[in-house]
T-cell receptor
Framework: QKEVEQDPGPLSVPEGAIVSLNCTYS??????FMWYRQYSRKGPELLMY????GNKEDGRFTAQVDKSSKYISLFIRDSQPSDSATYLC??????????????FGKGTLLTVNP | DGGITQSPKYLFRKEGQNVTLSCEQN?????MYWYRQDPGQGLRLIYY???????QKGDIAEGYSVSREKKESFPLTVTSAQKNPTAFYLC??????????FGEGSRLTVL
């Protein structure tokens, strides 16, 4: 079983839809969870950074972590064509400068159709 | 503007040649990283450096080399020993917050 599993999609939704993106993981040591957005031919940019279980909201984006199920989600409300990108989940066991232990999912390609 | 600059954006290489990808950051970050991204594979760590004059192998270091002579710079050399070098290469850096900042990437194609 891979450490981090993410459905690659592609996922296609109409403008205004609620989008749900998910990752599952097997390493119970993971405590810090991130979502990155990557536009085509560009570097990833950090969207959400959460610690342990719970929800975090930022504008139209909500990140949810359920450590008991080893499952994380990113919800996008009122999706826009500009949200069309690949979304990568990432996670690591420790905070601060331990990014060499960061494990990425393979990414989900999202298209929002006008 | 603060950020990470990678060059060149596109690079073509003949088999048997070494090529060097440049990565410069002005974020005053101590740690820098090189990732490789292939379709359907996600990001894989090649090398990382947590401080000047020190670097460590990541998960897929074979066929690659790096140096870290300055805090701002972390060049990656793709050697002829790398069997499948065609990929999208991403440089990143991080500071005390742990947030990873990425460059725009360099796409290497072997002819």
């Amino acid at each position: 079983q891979k450490e981090v599993e993410q459905d690659p999609g592609p996922l296609s939704v109409p403008e205004g839809a609620i989008v749900s993106l998910n990752c599952t993981y097997s390493n119970s040591a993971f405590q810090y969870f991130m979502w990155y957005r990557q536009y085509s031919r560009k570097g990833p940019e950090l969207l959400m950074y959460t610690y342990s279980s719970g929800n975090k909201e930022d504008g139209r984006f909500t990140a949810q972590v359920d450590k008991s199920s080893k499952y994380i989600s990113l919800f996008i409300r009122d999706s826009q064509p500009s949200d069309s990108a690949t979304y990568l989940c990432a996670m690591k066991p420790h905070s601060g400068g331990s990014n060499y232990k960061l494990t990425f999912g393979k990414g989900t390609l999202l298209t929002v159709n006008p | 503007d603060g950020g990470i600059t990678q060059s060149p954006k596109y690079l073509f290489r003949k088999e048997g040649q070494n090529v060097t990808l440049s990565c410069e950051q002005n974020l005053n970050h101590d740690a820098m990283y090189w990732y490789r991204q292939d379709p359907g594979q996600g990001l894989r760590l090649i090398y990382y450096s947590q401080i000047v004059n020190d670097f460590q192998k990541g998960d897929i270091a074979e066929g690659y080399s790096v140096s870290r002579e300055k805090k701002e710079s972390f060049p990656l050399t793709v050697t002829s020993a790398q069997k499948n070098p065609t990929a999208f290469y991403l440089c990143a850096s991080s500071g005390d917050t742990g947030e990873l900042f990425f460059g725009e990437g360099s796409r290497l194609t072997v002819l």
